[in-house]
């Protein structure tokens, strides 16, 4: 599977961005996507993720309330609507995709929140 993030951008606190994920190789209905982050300086942090069929998503509590995981299987797309951006939302956002123990990931798009 390969997966390619799009949508990121420079912002200002307070505006929303809608990051994208187009996987390509096969299909990724059956498997885990999510969305993680890396700041500069810090690990890479879990932001959140659906399960296959999209009926359960889970977020850090960083982002719960503020962030939406969905996924469009016709597509072969996952996306992450993020509102209410401040400045600690500054990162490089990674798409991941996991069945079992097949793991993969996209290269990052850059989000930028400015103060």
């Known amino acids: 599977v390969q997966l390619q993030a799009s949508g990121g951008g420079l912002v200002q606190a307070g505006d929303s961005l809608r990051l994208s994920c187009a996987a390509s190789g096969r299909t990724i209905s059956t498997y885990a996507m999510a969305w993680f982050r890396q700041a500069p300086g810090k690990e890479r942090e879990f932001v959140a993720k659906?399960?296959?069929?999209?009926?359960?998503?889970d977020y850090s509590d960083s982002v719960k309330g503020r962030f939406t995981i969905s996924r469009d299987n016709a597509k072969n797309a996952v996306y992450l609507q993020m509102n209410s951006l401040n400045s600690e939302d500054t990162a490089v956002y990674y798409c991941n995709a996991r069945l079992i123990t097949l793991n993969y990931w996209g290269q990052g798009t850059l989000v930028t929140v400015s103060s």
């Open positions: 659906i399960n296959w069929g999209g009926s359960r998503t």
